[in-house]
């Protein structure tokens, strides 16, 4: 899922050229048909990526990743990405780091976890921090 900002076109561009089949939506415009879109797509077998924290700000995930896997069913995995050398955009709400030619890229990847529907906002919230604890605690080697 990527959002549907100037931004994200390129993003969007991008993912399209390498083979990724690509939903556009974020937390202000199209997100939750988006999750819905996504939720049919990974009961079918399909695997997604979303940027727990898209839209900002940065490090303080949302609830839209752990919603789309409580809804589908399936486990989510917490995944971390970091690149060296890389230009920083300070002045973006994430500071994103662009990767180099010939970079090195580390990709950490965490425990599943499954989650039962959400009968309460209390059970999300603690989902919710526990994606985000679980995300910010990545350290790089």
């Given at each position: 899922?990527?959002?549907?900002?100037?931004?994200?076109?390129?993003?969007a561009?991008?993912?399209?050229?390498?083979?990724?089949?690509?939903?556009?939506?974020?937390?202000?415009?199209?997100?939750?048909?988006?999750?819905?879109?996504?939720?049919?797509?990974?009961?079918n077998?399909?695997?997604?990526?979303?940027?727990?924290?898209?839209?900002?700000?940065?490090?303080?995930?949302?609830?839209?990743?752990?919603?789309?896997?409580?809804?589908?069913?399936?486990?989510?995995?917490?995944?971390?990405?970091?690149?060296?050398?890389?230009?920083?955009?300070?002045?973006?709400?994430?500071?994103?780091?662009?990767?180099l030619?010939?970079?090195?890229?580390?990709?950490?990847?965490?425990?599943p976890?499954?989650?039962?529907?959400?009968?309460?906002?209390?059970?999300?919230?603690?989902?919710?921090?526990?994606?985000?604890?679980?995300?910010?605690?990545?350290?790089?080697?």
């Amino acid at each position: 899922m990527i959002s549907r900002d100037p931004r994200g076109d390129y993003i969007a561009l991008l993912c399209r050229m390498i083979g990724f089949e690509i939903v556009r939506g974020d937390s202000e415009e199209g997100g939750w048909e988006a999750l819905v879109h996504l939720a049919g797509e990974l009961i079918n077998g399909a695997s997604v990526i979303i940027t727990a924290d898209g839209g900002g700000p940065a490090r303080q995930a949302k609830v839209g990743a752990i919603a789309l896997a409580s809804a589908a069913g399936v486990p989510l995995f917490p995944l971390a990405a970091d690149c060296h050398p890389a230009l920083e955009e300070p002045h973006k709400w994430d500071a994103a780091r662009n990767p180099l030619p010939f970079c090195s890229l580390k990709i950490l990847l965490g425990s599943p976890r499954k989650f039962a529907p959400f009968h309460d906002l209390s059970s999300l919230e603690e989902a919710r921090a526990w994606l985000e604890k679980t995300l910010n605690d990545f350290k790089p080697e």
